[in-house]
């Protein structure tokens, strides 16, 4: 049935196995991150690496990734295999997330925080959402989210060409998040 009913099915997520690599990103628990880049590199490699490394408690994150990005795409380039990648675009189909749907992808991110304690979101493609919704209702459903990070353990990353945001826009997108520089540029 896809993500196009009203509410969207938990592929039930697991942890990546290590790959052979130390943890390099130390994302506080309880917070949600604007990287400030272009493309998502840094914002990638921060997720990948926490997923797939011990935190300094000794567990490893669970991570849900939804992006502009194709699946498959990301899963060959960073070697994910078990973690959730949800892809934002306009047609059916499994693992496929209605960029006009706030709604469920809203309620998928929620779901995934309270059923995973130490789950890390990676949520790329804003200016795809800006686009087919207007900035204030993308706005209010990040920020819905945000209070569900806040309140628990969960990590969220989300990368943002400022070059797409007008100063203001990118203000509101910031205030209750950290920021992080990245780079802008093309590759």
Same mark, same amino acid.
């Given at each position: 049935?896809?993500?196009?009913?009203r509410k969207?099915?938990?592929?039930?997520?697991?942890?990546?196995?290590?790959l052979?690599?130390?943890?390099?990103?130390?994302?506080?628990?309880?917070?949600?991150?604007?990287?400030?880049?272009?493309?998502?590199?840094?914002?990638?490699?921060?997720?990948?690496?926490?997923?797939?490394?011990?935190?300094?408690?000794?567990?490893?994150a669970?991570?849900?990734a939804?992006?502009?990005?194709?699946?498959?795409?990301?899963?060959?380039?960073?070697?994910?295999?078990? =973690?959730?990648?949800?892809?934002?675009?306009?047609?059916?189909?499994?693992?496929?997330?209605?960029?006009?749907n706030?709604?469920?992808? =809203?309620?998928?991110?929620?779901?995934?925080?309270?059923?995973?304690?130490?789950?890390?979101? !990676?949520?790329?493609?804003?200016?795809?959402l800006?686009?087919?919704?207007?900035?204030?209702?993308? !706005?209010?459903?990040?920020?819905?989210?945000n209070?569900?990070?806040?309140?628990?353990?969960?990590?969220?990353?989300?990368?943002?060409?400022?070059?797409?945001?007008?100063?203001?826009?990118?203000?509101?997108?910031?205030?209750n998040?950290?920021?992080?520089?990245?780079? =802008?540029?093309?590759?």
């Open positions: 049935m896809g993500l196009f009913s969207a099915k938990s592929r039930g997520p697991a942890g990546e196995a290590g052979g690599i130390t943890r390099k990103y130390a994302l506080k628990p309880g917070r949600s991150y604007v990287v400030q880049e272009a493309p998502p590199d840094i914002s990638f490699d921060a997720f990948v690496n926490i997923v797939s490394t011990a935190g300094a408690d000794g567990r490893r669970v991570g849900l939804i992006s502009r990005q194709h699946p498959g795409l990301i899963r060959d380039k960073y070697g994910l295999e078990k =973690t959730p990648i949800y892809w934002l675009a306009t047609r059916a189909g499994e693992g496929v997330m209605a960029p006009t706030l709604g469920i992808m =809203t309620n998928t991110i929620v779901q995934f925080i309270r059923e995973n304690d130490n789950g890390i979101v !990676l949520l790329d493609g804003i200016e795809y800006v686009v087919n919704n207007d900035f204030a209702k993308v !706005l209010r459903s990040i920020d819905q989210i209070d569900h990070i806040v309140q628990s353990h969960a990590v969220m990353v989300i990368p943002v060409d400022p070059r797409a945001f007008d100063p203001k826009e990118l203000a509101l997108l910031e205030r998040m950290e920021k992080i520089a990245g780079r =802008t540029g093309v590759k």
